[in-house]
């Protein structure tokens, strides 16, 4: 089982990137699949969820409106579309998938394995 995060890079702010997550080993739908981020000296944070399993998403606030969160089963891939990157979005971006299949965004997913980061800057 393998998440391969990528996608980041140098943004400017107000730009856009689009993250990938893509998986091996195992199908990404019908999980929960999350985003999560840790910029320097802070703790972690999840930004957003998926679930095909019952249609369930989650936003954190501070991205929400700005982040949208997609997958493609054909590809066994979940994006994170980033629009109006803001400095304070400068962090590793990390996917994340649960184990159980038919797990949803909003029953307390146990995010079991993970992908390897993506370093994502946004700088003038």
Request: proline fraction near 2%.
């Amino acid at each position: 089982v393998q998440l391969q995060a990528s996608g980041g890079g140098l943004v400017q702010p107000g730009g856009s990137l689009r993250l990938s997550c893509a998986a091996s080993g195992f199908a990404l739908d019908y999980r929960a699949i999350g985003w999560f981020r840790q910029a320097l000296g802070k703790e972690r944070e999840q930004i957003s969820c998926i679930s095909s399993s019952d249609g369930s998403t989650y936003y954190a606030d501070s991205v929400k409106g700005r982040f949208t969160i997609s997958g493609d089963n054909a590809k066994n891939t979940v994006y994170l579309q980033m629009n109006s990157l803001k400095p304070e979005d400068t962090a590793v971006y990390y996917c994340a998938a649960d184990r159980w299949y038919g797990s949803s965004c909003h029953a307390g997913p146990t995010y079991d394995y993970w992908g390897q980061g993506t370093q994502v800057t946004v700088s003038s």
